[in-house]
């Protein structure tokens, strides 16, 4: 896939693929690395917030949507965004699941191509 971390800057992650080695049949972006690169993509992003509590976090994805919206023609970046709930660090120091809903925006060549909602939880590594 080649993923790479791009940034992460005022709670907004950034990260994203090439189209060469992600590329489909058709020519375009291959649909499976398209939402490996929104679900890797969310899981960091709990996981960034899970360290600021925890030593040892983990995370995991319980659920996930995702929607296609146009063709992936080129170098692709995954935007993800998310509303910390405010007792996600609560939870965690608690020795709870931290849960967090994440929005993540697929952009290729400037067109929004793909959105992904994703369930993450995050808890002490057992």
Known sequence: ???????FDRGILTMSCPLEP?????????????????TICGWTYT???????LDEPEAMIVDQTMK????????FTATCTATIPDDFQERLQEGRNGKLDVEIEIHSNGVLTATYQGFYIARKRT
Not at 1 to 7: H, S, V, W
Not at 47 to 53: C, E, G, L, N, P
């Open 22 to 38: 992600n590329i489909n049949d058709k020519g375009t972006g291959f649909g499976g690395s398209i939402g490996a690169l929104a």
């Open 68 to 75: 296609f919206h146009a063709p992936v023609t080129g170098h």
């Open 47 to 53: 996981m960034i917030h899970a360290k600021t509590v």
């Open 1 to 7: 896939m080649q993923l790479q971390f791009d940034d």
